[in-house]
């Protein structure tokens, strides 16, 4: 009976999983630091609300339009390569043949086999072969500016429901303490559970960003702290 081997890598999940922890992440820190600053200047639980949810509606645009502004200047990069591309093989098509060849030897094949791979391909497939094995342009990693913006929306989004839930529970003296204490508690796990996914240490990863999430908060209540005084 033959088994087959399958081989688990993760570096299949790093692009997915770095925006979705990158957008919830700033989702939870950015939302909870800014219901900590507000609160610390003594503004009602009613202010304290719309300034959280003010933020998570903000947030959340700003990241769907920075993703799709970025995302669609990748995409017309790889189209204006793609057309050179296009032309070049149209013009020079030995040329681009032996350029093919090229990658494949510096790759580890024979070059004989070489000149054969790259001949078999370019009937095939001339510009999807120089895409992917040129330009590093493939189905899978190409530019998809719109579902970039909803995903990084959505994570930001996400992230952000978590303090600004846990501020209405919370309406009387104890807002503060909850909101920075779960708001921690979220990132740790997700920081621990990134972490873990991608093959590293859960308990670093869950480290870091709640190092660096702490210290946010921190800085934002002394603001609130400092003005509303001022006030």
């Not at 990158?22 to 009602?44: C, E």
């Not at 790889?78 to 070049?88: G, H, S, Y």
Request: glycine share 10%; net charge negative; aromatic share 4%.
């Amino acid at each position: 009976m033959t088994v087959r081997h399958r081989e688990r890598h993760r570096l299949d999940h790093i692009g997915w999983l770095r925006a979705a922890v990158l957008g919830a992440n700033d989702g939870i820190v950015s939302t909870a630091s800014l219901i900590l600053g507000v609160a610390a200047a003594n503004a009602t639980h009613g202010s304290i609300m719309v300034a959280g949810i003010a933020g998570l509606v903000a947030g959340a645009m700003s990241m769907a339009a920075g993703e799709y502004v970025s995302v669609c200047s990748q995409a017309d990069s790889e189209k204006a390569a793609l057309d050179l591309e296009r032309r070049e093989l149209e013009t020079d098509s030995p040329g681009e043949h032996r350029e093919l060849t090229a990658i494949y030897i510096s790759r580890g094949l024979d070059p004989v086999l070489a000149r054969q791979v790259a001949e078999q391909l370019m009937v095939h497939d001339a510009l999807g072969a120089h895409a992917r094995d040129e330009l590093g342009i493939t189905d899978t990693l190409s530019a998809r500016p719109v579902q970039a913006a909803f995903a990084s929306a959505a994570s930001f989004a996400f992230g952000a429901a978590m303090p600004l839930l846990a501020a209405a529970l919370v309406p009387g003296p104890g807002l503060i303490a909850m909101v920075s204490g779960s708001s921690l508690m979220f990132l740790a796990i997700l920081g621990g559970l990134a972490a873990k996914v991608g093959g590293a240490s859960a308990a670093l990863g869950a480290l870091r960003v709640t190092f660096w999430g702490a210290l946010a908060m921190m800085l934002t209540a002394a603001v609130g702290i400092l003005f509303g005084a001022v006030a």
